[in-house]
């Protein structure tokens, strides 16, 4: 495990000098609680995710103090010319909803190399959507209990999109109440209590145009419409099963007499 502040690469400072201009520029990056970050030695930092931007504003937000390694979905370094820039700023592949072993081990070595993972428990951008947080966040805090557990919010990023509307991107460093795991929590539940408290501070908010808002809201809309038919067609047919049951046991008792 490294003695001192983490020595932050040359690719990672190139990537975060080129997209300073639409982060601190454009979007008025505000930073607060940078206080919280250490600049050395183990870090988990969890945070909310609405927009492809937010790795972006977490990591200039958090240059002054270090370098901060994101899992990110293996799909990116099929981009031409994506992947050496990614692996050189430290970034970990992970196949998404595949349970990747191999990716938590990589980014367990990290950790224990003294460096600072930086892991989205939504796990995708949530497009509006209420997402269940994943428990990776959890194993790897498991796994490297030395680990400094911080979190972090962001907002504005969803808002990068909707040019010529000024952005107005605030990324909050915070230590979570209660820390890393708990007596008795298991991985997924420590997940879910960080997940819980950094929306409570950054609800969620849906990303892309005004037409992509409209449209993806439409489809929640939708898709919670069907979801309470469903519901309403099973208690239907629960019901109707009871009364069923009822009618045939009524029926094989036969009428009753009185005394």
Request: net charge positive.
């Amino acid at each position: 495990m490294s003695s001192g502040p983490e020595k932050i690469s040359r690719t990672y400072r190139f990537a975060m000098a080129v997209c300073t201009p639409v982060i601190r520029w454009w979007g008025r990056l505000e930073v607060s609680g940078l206080e919280h970050l250490p600049t050395s030695g183990p870090v988990l930092l969890s945070s909310n995710h609405d927009s492809y931007w937010d790795p972006v504003a977490i990591g200039i937000a958090g240059l002054p103090r270090r370098q901060i390694r994101a899992l990110a979905k293996s799909t990116l370094w099929n981009f031409p010319g994506l992947g050496p820039i990614l692996n050189g700023m430290g970034q970990v592949p992970i196949e998404r909803g595949a349970g990747d072993a191999h990716a938590l081990d990589t980014a367990i070595e990290h950790l224990r190399a003294g460096e600072c993972i930086g892991v989205f428990p939504e796990g995708t951008t949530t497009r509006g959507r209420t997402l269940r947080a994943r428990s990776g966040f959890g194993r790897l805090a498991q796994a490297v209990p030395e680990a400094a557990i911080v979190s972090c919010t962001v907002t504005g990023t969803v808002d990068i999109a909707r040019f010529p509307k000024r952005p107005r991107i605030k990324v909050d460093f915070y230590s979570p109440k209660g820390r890393g795991l708990g007596e008795g929590e298991t991985p997924g539940e420590l997940s879910v209590r960080l997940l819980a408290e950094a929306r409570a501070r950054a609800p969620i908010a849906t990303s892309g145009r005004k037409r992509t808002v409209a449209k993806r809201q439409a489809a929640l809309r939708e898709a919670a419409a069907e979801a309470e038919a469903d519901a309403d067609a099973s208690g239907d047919q629960a019901a109707a099963g009871s009364d069923a049951a009822a009618a045939a046991a009524t029926a094989e008792a036969g009428p009753s007499v009185p005394p």
